[in-house]
């Protein structure tokens, strides 16, 4: 035990106290990286600073583990818990990366300049920039999808974004606290605890999941009045939730949610949100207006309008209404020069998924070392040629013929290889202590659900958390929940 303990110390000691970096090099090109997600993330981690000056640019200054945020949203995990500074990574790097904490409002790719404005509160003299860059790595993200459908953004609670969760949390206690008011109506009552989800996708159909658990383990313990009170309905367009998913899983899945009382309307569309209800067109095409106390909104995710901005500057060839169109490199198609585009801002075959943004973002991290690599062999031959040229000394040009033969050699070895998607499979909780995956081995999918299915479930997020920081308050606040109780204080 003391010796776990003093490695763990030399380890975290290690992490809190980075070496010295190389300052910024004017003679080296400026990589500029627009967002602090999955993409930007897996690339940061992953790329060799010595190489460029990296500049980092993003509304966040930290990364956020996306997958647990429905487990932050009904309080099993602390919001701290699944988020890190970029910070921790770039303090560790190479060369000093600067990072800015701001939103990219602009990209001009003709003259390499990004834009951006302070997003917080401005305190500060200035509040909007731009600098320039000779590469550019977009990876923005997407923003939530609310299809212009009225009330949406007024009244119901998004799942994308930290305080998406937080706010949840808060206006979920706020129901049941309400509900518990002396001499509330019964019809209010029953009113505010109505949980309305919208979206059978992953994150709709996790978020019921961890909904229901709460449910079912604290809310007996910390509100008895109202157990057995709370109803949870996924509202889902198509005719079944998870689509991605192979039928077993999604028959699974519904009759998972069917013991767990969670209220599955498929082929079921929501028209309109209002303070206290939602309007449903029911799969025969009534209107049902049904009333709730919160509405959840998952109903997907669309480009940015910095995004939409860019693309419209390259009318001819940026037309896919999904997002960036890019070449086998990442490279943007028409500024194949300068930008990259990774992650949900762009459209490729794969579906936009943490785990290809992740997969992107370390394959460009490769690219762009390669590219370096390739900058200055290049450099290095011409400045050889010159020499060459002009040595006089027979003994001397020899050598110096030598060498441009020798780099031009080491410049052929330079290959740049397509990027390739290798799927690890889909994992999606559906709550009661049970998963579902969706795994690629062996030429098929394995589909496995259940509580085996869990555990890997849990270290499977846990191994893939983002630091040993993350991962050691993700498991105490597991083992916390398991305790106490999950927090309802808010
Ligand atoms: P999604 O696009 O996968 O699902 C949104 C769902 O909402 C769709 O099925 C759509 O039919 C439905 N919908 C939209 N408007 C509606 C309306 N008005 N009424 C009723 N239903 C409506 O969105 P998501 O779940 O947020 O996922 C986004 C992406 O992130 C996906 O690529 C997903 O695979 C990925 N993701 C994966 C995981 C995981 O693997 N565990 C978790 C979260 C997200």
Known sequence: ?????????????????PGPQLPFDPDKKTLVILGSGWGATSLLKNLDTADFNVVVVSPRNFFLFTPLLPSVAVGTLNNRSIIQSIRYITRHKARNVSVIEAEATDVDPVNKLIKFADNSEVRGAV???????????????????????????????FMKELNDAERFQNEFIDCLETAGFPGQDPQEIERLLHMVVVGGGPTGVELSGEL???????????????????????????????????????????????????????????????????ILQMPDKSIQEVPCGLVVWAGGNKGRKVTQDLMAKFPEVQTNRRGIV???????????DSIFAIGDCTSTAYAPTAQVASQQGSYLARHLHQMAKHDELQTKLSRLEALAATVVGEEEKKATLRDVEMTKKQLAKIKYRPFDYSHQGS???????????????????????????????????????????????????WIKVKLFGRDVAR
């Open 127 to 157: 509040s909007s920039t731009a600098i320039p860059y000779d590469y550019l790595v977009y990876a923005v993200g997407a923003e939530t999808q609310t299809f212009n459908i009225p009330g949406v953004k007024e009244h119901a609670c």
């Open 427 to 477: 994992l999606a909780y559906i709550g009661s202590e049970k998963a579902v995956a969706d795994l690629p081995f062996m030429n098929g999918n394995v589909a496995t659900g259940g509580v085996a299915t869990y555990m890997f479930w849990r270290s499977a997020y846990l191994s893939t958390l983002f630091s040993l920081r993350n991962r050691t308050l993700v498991a105490t606040d």
């Open 212 to 278: 229901h658990d709460f449910l079912e383990d604290d809310l007996k313990s910390w509100y008895p009045e109202l157990a057995g009170k709370v109803r949870i309905t996924l509202v889902e367009a198509l005719p079944s939730v998870l689509p991605t998913f192979s039928k077993q899983l999604i028959d699974y899945t519904q009759s998972t949610f069917k013991e767990s009382k969670i209220e599955v309307l498929t082929k079921t569309m929501v028209k309109e949100i209002k303070e206290r209800s939602v």
């Open 326 to 336: 890019v070449d086998d490199f990442l490279r943007m198609t028409g500024a194949e």
């Open 1 to 17: 035990t003391i010796g776990g303990v003093g490695a763990l110390y030399y380890i975290t000691q290690r992490e809190k106290n």
